[in-house]
């Protein structure tokens, strides 16, 4: 039995608004013949409290109310059967949280996560690494392979239990308990002096293919190129070779576009990237592992170049099924996919390409951002499910309202308000925006550490 809160007053196909008789709070989610509504606005007046509600959908999914409903008719409070159906809420999956205000968990599934990409979008501070570090926590959970590009190295603390007093005291509601990852947890890094711990990374670097070149070399002239192709041509005639045989035959090159080309490919050796004792694939993408590129101390040029390497790697290793499905996570993701005209990135192509071809090959992307105005839009409109969090820039807030599906002016109106630890998600599979209470992390969140 629903409890009956109230009776319309005035309606309308959409909205409609009703006299209330029992507690009622915006976002309150009520339901009338079969159709489920979200409260946007309380009046009090004189006569009483009045609720305004918009209209969400049906039980019956192919029913939308083409005329208004009767005066009079009645209002009752939604249960969480009927609100998890009508808006999609799934009954397992990514453990997110809870729905603002009730006890009704929020799971995503990792499926449509890996196959239709996710983002996270939001200004400095408002808890967009935590969000992260939470879906990060079911991931590993559910033993799906996660890769993390991560510039600050604030990742390596899923080692740890979240032993905070007040978080472990709210964790009781949330249904969970701290835990750490140690075993699962394993973390990478191009400048292992700085980070002790880190196993170190290098890229394979025998038998570069020709677009491998290319790509290391993104603004090299058609002249450059011709040379590259050359050199590359008579590397092959090698059983095994690397980059400083690609050199001794651009060298041996009789144009003078060599000379510019010559001190690149040098510069790209120096950097010490590549290695015949390169660290395998699939010891970084395995079942039941989380992967941290730990990027921390590596100059931004330096790190791009990687990025792009490593996930050209990964995505070609998918594609031929050399590794299982995986789920990318990119920090700071403005740095590596620039929209244009805010600087160039060696990743972006790659990212590009995941973004709009991953979906095929199970490679799932996860895209955090602080400047959502300054990454690439190609890859923000391949992000099916959002969560956003407070927000105020106006530039930043117009690109999320641009490119959430779903998102009413009254939702957009709040992101500005959104307390701490309060996210909107949209997107798929979800029938509308839903406010929801991020789950504390079960693991101590690193962005805390320094
Ligand atoms: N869901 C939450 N529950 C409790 N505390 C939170 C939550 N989300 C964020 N916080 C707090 O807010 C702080 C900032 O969060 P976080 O590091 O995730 O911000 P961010 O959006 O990633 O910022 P930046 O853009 O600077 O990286 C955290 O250190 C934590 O104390
Ligand atoms: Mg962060």
Same mark, same amino acid.
């Given at each position: 039995?629903?409890?009956?809160?109230?009776?319309?007053?005035?309606?309308?196909?959409?909205?409609?608004?009703?006299?209330?008789?029992?507690?009622?709070?915006?976002?309150?989610?009520?339901?009338?013949?079969?159709?489920?509504?979200?409260?946007?606005?309380?009046?009090?007046?004189?006569?009483?409290?009045?609720?305004?509600?918009?209209?969400?959908?049906?039980?019956?999914?192919?029913?939308?109310?083409?005329?208004?409903?009767?005066?009079?008719?009645?209002?009752?409070?939604?249960?969480? %059967?009927? !609100?998890?159906?009508?808006?999609?809420?799934?009954?397992?999956?990514?453990? *997110?949280? @809870? +729905? =603002? #205000?009730?006890?009704?968990?929020?799971?995503?599934?990792?499926?449509?996560?890996?196959?239709?990409h996710?983002c996270?979008l939001?200004?400095?501070?408002?808890?967009?690494?935590?969000?992260?570090?939470?879906?990060?926590?079911?991931?590993?959970?559910?033993?799906?392979?996660?890769?993390?590009?991560?510039?600050?190295?604030?990742?390596?603390?899923?080692?740890?239990?979240?032993?905070?007093?007040?978080?472990?005291?709210?964790?009781?509601?949330?249904?969970?308990?701290?835990?750490?990852?140690?075993?699962?947890?394993?973390?990478?890094?191009?400048?292992?002096?700085?980070?002790?711990?880190?196993?170190?990374?290098?890229?394979?670097?025998?038998?570069?293919?020709?677009?491998?070149?290319?790509?290391?070399?993104?603004?090299?002239?058609?002249?450059? %190129?011709? !040379?590259?192709?050359?050199?590359?041509?008579?590397?092959?005639?090698?059983? *095994?070779? @690397? +980059? =400083? #045989?690609?050199?001794?035959?651009?060298?041996?090159?009789?144009?003078?576009?060599?000379?510019?080309?010559?001190?690149?490919?040098?510069?790209?050796?120096?950097?010490?990237?590549?290695?015949?004792?390169?660290?395998?694939?699939?010891?970084?993408?395995?079942?039941?592992?989380?992967?941290?590129?730990?990027?921390?101390?590596?100059?931004?040029?330096?790190?791009?170049?990687?990025?792009?390497?490593?996930?050209?790697?990964?995505?070609?290793?998918?594609?031929?099924?050399?590794?299982?499905?995986?789920?990318?996570?990119?920090?700071?993701a403005?740095?590596?996919c620039?929209e244009?005209?805010?600087?160039?990135?060696?990743?972006?192509?790659?990212?590009?390409?995941?973004a709009?071809?991953?979906?095929?090959?199970?490679?799932?992307?996860?895209i955090?951002s602080?400047?959502p105005a300054?990454v690439d839009k190609n890859v923000i409109s391949q992000c099916?499910?959002h969560?956003?969090?407070?927000?105020?820039?106006?530039?930043?807030?117009?690109t999320i309202?641009a490119s959430v599906?779903?998102?009413?002016?009254?939702?957009?109106?709040?992101?500005?308000?959104?307390?701490?630890?309060?996210?909107?998600?949209?997107?798929?599979?979800?029938?509308?925006?839903?406010?929801?209470?991020?789950?504390?992390?079960?693991?101590?969140?690193?962005?805390?550490?320094?």
């Amino acid at each position: 039995m629903m409890e009956e809160i109230g009776e319309i007053k005035e309606s309308a196909t959409a909205t409609f608004t009703f006299k209330a008789f029992k507690d009622i709070r915006k976002l309150d989610y009520v339901f009338v013949e079969n159709v489920l509504a979200q409260v946007w606005e309380v009046k009090q007046t004189v006569n009483g409290i009045f609720a305004y509600a918009t209209i969400i959908g049906s039980i019956n999914d192919k029913f939308m109310p083409r005329t208004p409903f009767k005066i009079g008719s009645k209002v009752y409070r939604a249960n969480e %059967k009927i !609100i998890k159906k009508i808006i999609g809420i799934e009954n397992e999956g990514i453990y *997110i949280g @809870l +729905l =603002k #205000d009730t006890n009704i968990k929020v799971h995503l599934s990792p499926k449509v996560l890996i196959q239709k990409h996710l983002c996270i979008l939001a200004k400095s501070g408002s808890g967009k690494s935590y969000a992260m570090g939470v879906i990060i926590e079911e991931f590993i959970k559910k033993n799906i392979p996660i890769v993390i590009i991560d510039p600050h190295g604030e990742y390596t603390s899923l080692r740890r239990p979240n032993l905070d007093k007040q978080d472990v005291s709210i964790m009781k509601k949330f249904g969970i308990k701290p835990r750490s990852y140690l075993k699962n947890v394993y973390e990478f890094s191009p400048v292992c002096s700085r980070n002790k711990e880190a196993i170190p990374l290098y890229i394979d670097e025998t038998n570069l293919s020709f677009q491998d070149l290319l790509n290391l070399l993104p603004n090299a002239t058609p002249l450059q %190129k011709g !040379i590259l192709y050359e050199a590359h041509k008579k590397a092959q005639e090698k059983k *095994i070779y @690397l +980059l =400083k #045989d690609i050199l001794e035959y651009i060298k041996e090159s009789k144009s003078n576009a060599k000379w510019n080309l010559i001190p690149q490919i040098e510069q790209i050796i120096s950097m010490k990237l590549f290695s015949v004792n390169y660290t395998p694939i699939n010891e970084i993408v395995k079942k039941g592992r989380c992967s941290i590129i730990n990027l921390k101390g590596t100059p931004p040029y330096i790190q791009e170049i990687l990025v792009g390497l490593l996930l050209n790697k990964i995505f070609e290793h998918r594609k031929n099924e050399k590794i299982l499905p995986v789920m990318i996570v990119i920090e700071e993701a403005h740095r590596y996919c620039p929209e244009k005209g805010q600087g160039k990135s060696f990743s972006s192509s790659i990212i590009r390409t995941i973004a709009s071809e991953g979906r095929k090959f199970g490679v799932g992307l996860a895209i955090v951002s602080q400047r959502p105005a300054r990454v690439d839009k190609n890859v923000i409109s391949q992000c099916n499910t959002h969560i956003i969090l407070k927000t105020t820039n106006p530039n930043d807030l117009k690109t999320i309202v641009a490119s959430v599906e779903g998102l009413n002016s009254k939702a957009s109106d709040e992101i500005q308000m959104l307390p701490i630890g309060t996210a909107i998600i949209a997107g798929l599979p979800l029938a509308t925006p839903i406010f929801v209470e991020i789950r504390p992390r079960e693991t101590l969140h690193g962005g805390k550490l320094d």
